[in-house]
């Protein structure tokens, strides 16, 4: 698993980030506080506080990073 912090700050970044994410067949999570979602899931990711950055748990065996490069426009540096 890799792990990566992501910003969601608005509703086209949502919409383009479960676009790009469900191409994979892999499972990922968002993680706010105490609160995990499908990262797959548009309505679950619209329950977090989208306002603070969010952790997203890429559950690959091998292709983590490379799942993470895809997604960089997404991630906080």
Do not use: W
Not at 5 to 31: H, R
Not at 67 to 74: G, M, P, Q, R, V
């Amino acid at each position: 698993m890799k792990t990566v912090t992501v910003n969601l700050n608005s509703i086209e970044k949502v919409k383009s980030f479960v676009k790009d994410i469900n191409k994979y067949e892999n499972d990922f999570d968002l993680v706010s506080g105490r609160n995990l979602v499908d990262a797959k899931s548009i309505m679950g990711i619209f329950a977090l506080d989208l306002s603070k950055p969010l952790k997203l748990n890429i559950h690959s065996q091998h292709h983590g990073d490379m799942i993470a490069e895809s997604l960089s426009n997404y991630i906080c540096q």
